[in-house]
């Protein structure tokens, strides 16, 4: 059968026949609200897309193999020196050596840049790539990596080095700017050193953790790098040089259409910065790190998927090298296990899915090329907002960009508490039974966040302080808070609503007591009274609720109880309910973190 005799007896399916299969299952629910959503910074995200034209994809190296990179942060120089040989001897290819002064270290980190030849001890520079991520003490940690490899006989020209200075980062997680020697000056005396790589970087990190959405990650990211551009010039450093001497790195989240977007859309927009310097575009050396903001504590095996799916995104959009968080980085400092999941994850995407040998593979998809146009204009806007702030220093200093960030979180904390954003193993499907995962050291608390700096925070967060209460209960008491699930009719009228109310419950840490329902009110409030708690939870069906539940609750308040909820939303009972004591609906898109902290409070308070 040819092409023409095939494309007849199967035509192509349109769009039309798709919208009215798709209006078929909405069943006059609205299509907008249903399958259409908006990023954080607003760009519309539909669920269907034609074919693309492929659009130039300017400022990206020879297609190839992204480096896999590992952090070396093990506050023992030997112990991070035995952790960072065993990574390279796993097919890592890269390090990232992590100081104590960088924000990322999260209370870990070499203790200085004395540490780092004793870190390096064995370590080959000129097959590996490197890079620097010291925070304030980059400048010191700088010279002593040159030194080191200078005093090893090492062409400093030839060495794949990342000295990741970034002042504006810095400034931005530590609210003030760092006290080193003019940019121009520290380039200079790099390179009469012999170093001709990157010495400087802009990093998204301190934007991404604070609650920036795609564009204003990019956004401040130009910003950052066009600073550095502007301070080298300023200098007396030629702009080609200026502009070879910066690196980017980028946060890869778990989402897979906007962070291929994303990083796509950075070398756009970078190439743009380029030509209105005068510049032609050049291939830029783009890092990634999957998200920090996005690990979670609790169920700490769904990071693996989350990292899983940024380092693929990451990959795909053309980064130079992935680093990905091990996935117990959230509850302390990653283990040999942990770190060789880390590599593994990016292995498996290299050298089993083969991701590396198609150049840009969402060239011409409507998706890809429509979002990664999208973030480019709206992050063009935002950058240039940022520069009438006078420029990211100026911006942060001011305190606006700190507001445009702010409200973000806030707008992100209400999807967040009403579960429209669901987290996997904390928001959903928790696990109060789950067991302990090994770390070399636990994390420490954290510090309080500086004055004029932004913070940094994991989506997770909310949930994981209720756990955390829980926690301390049962090692107080010897139980966790409780809610008994008065089951009402048969197992088909309640166990759609028990299932939800017991996950939503032990989101927050709250034992859920469950049973198969009941023969009577009276065997309920009995069971109720050996539950060993005065909270109780409705469930059932509507159906169930008209006939039975105002009749429950009265017969639960008589048993003793002193809260009760209704799984579901009250409808037209809810004045009697009310009146018989129901003070409470949890229903889907209600905001269940203030629920959970109020339920805590009245399940430790009946206690």
């Known amino acids: 059968m040819d092409d023409t005799t095939l494309a007849a007896a199967f035509p192509a399916a349109t769009e039309a026949q798709w919208r009215a299969l798709v209006d078929g299952v909405l069943k006059g629910a609205d299509f907008e609200k249903r399958l259409v959503r908006r990023t954080p910074d607003g760009i519309e995200v539909a669920p269907l897309y034609p074919a693309a034209e492929a659009a130039p994809q300017p400022g ?16 023992d120089p030997a112990e991070a020196n035995a952790l960072a040989l065993t990574d390279l001897e796993g097919g890592a290819d890269a390090l990232t050596l992590v100081l104590a002064k960088s924000p990322a270290a999260r ?26 991520d010291a925070g304030a003490a980059g400048p010191d940690a700088a010279t002593a990596l040159v030194a080191l490899a200078r005093a090893r006989g090492d062409d400093l020209g030839t060495l794949d080095i990342d000295l990741g200075l970034d002042p504006v980062a810095v400034e931005a997680a530590t609210g003030a700017a760092p006290p080193w020697p003019a940019l121009p000056e520290i380039l200079r005396d790099l390179d009469a050193a012999g170093f001709t790589g990157r010495a400087f970087l802009a990093d998204a990190r301190p934007f991404h953790e604070a609650g920036a959405g795609e ?101 795909l959009g053309g980064a130079d090298a992935i680093t990905v968080l091990p996935f117990t980085a959230a509850l302390g400092l990653p283990d040999a296990f942990a770190r060789r999941c880390a590599r593994n994850t990016q292995h498996v995407l290299l050298d089993e899915a083969n991701l590396w040998r198609v150049a840009d593979p969402a ?24 520069e009438r702030d006078g420029g990211i220093a100026a911006s942060l200093r001011s305190g606006a960009l700190a507001a445009r960030l702010a409200a973000l979180r806030q707008a992100r904390d209400a999807e967040l508490a009403t579960r429209r954003q669901p987290i996997t193993g904390t928001s959903e499907f928790p696990d109060l039974h789950e067991a302990p995962v090994a770390v070399l050291a636990p994390a420490p608390a954290a510090d309080p966040v500086p004055e004029g700096a932004l913070p940094s925070r994991r989506l997770a967060e909310p949930y994981e302080a209720l756990r955390d209460a829980s926690d301390a209960a049962l090692a107080r008491t010897g139980r966790r808070p409780r809610v008994f699930l008065a089951n009402l009719g048969p197992l088909s009228a309640f166990n759609t609503r028990a299932t939800f109310a017991r996950n939503a419950f032990e989101a927050g840490g709250i034992e859920a007591v469950t049973n198969e329902g009941f023969a009577d009110h009276a065997a309920m409030a009995e ?54 004591g129901v003070a409470h609906d949890l229903y889907a898109g209600c905001d269940l973190v203030k629920l959970l902290g109020q339920a805590q409070s009245h399940a430790q308070a009946a206690a």
């Not at 910066?246 to 989402?255: M, N, P, R, T």
Request: hydrophobic letters at 50%.
């Open 107 to 132: 209370g870990f980190g070499l203790p200085g840049p004395q540490a780092i030849e004793a870190a390096l001890s064995g370590v080959m520079l000129p097959l590996i790539g490197l890079r620097l």
């Open 527 to 580: 069971a109720f009274r050996a539950s060993g708690t005065r909270v109780a939870c409705l469930c059932s069906s509507d159906a169930v609720y008209a006939e039975e539940a105002v009749a429950a609750a009265e017969a639960l308040r008589a048993a003793g109880a002193t809260t009760l909820y209704l799984a579901g939303k009250p409808g037209e009972l809810e004045a009697a309910l009310r009146a018989a």
């Open 363 to 386: 060239a011409g998809a409507g998706g890809f090329e429509t979002l990664t146009e999208a973030l480019c204009t709206e992050a063009w806007a935002q950058f240039q907002a940022i």
């Open 60 to 75: 990206r190296a020879a297609p190839g193999r992204w480096r896999v990179s590992q952090r070396v942060d093990h506050p």
């Open 215 to 315: 564009a204003l990650e990019l956004a401040a990211l130009l910003s950052g790098a066009l600073a550095t551009l502007r301070a080298l010039e300023a200098g007396g450093i030629p702009l080609e040089r200026a502009r070879d001497a910066l690196a980017f790195l980028l946060v890869a989240d778990s989402d897979e259409f906007l962070t291929v977007a994303k990083t796509r859309a950075l070398r756009r927009l970078w190439a743009r910065v380029e030509e209105a310097c005068g510049l032609d575009p050049a291939p830029l050396r783009l890092h990634a790190e999957t998200a920090w903001r996005s690990t979670t504590k609790r169920d700490p095996w769904v990071n693996l998927l989350r990292a899983t799916a940024a380092a693929f995104s990451a990959g």
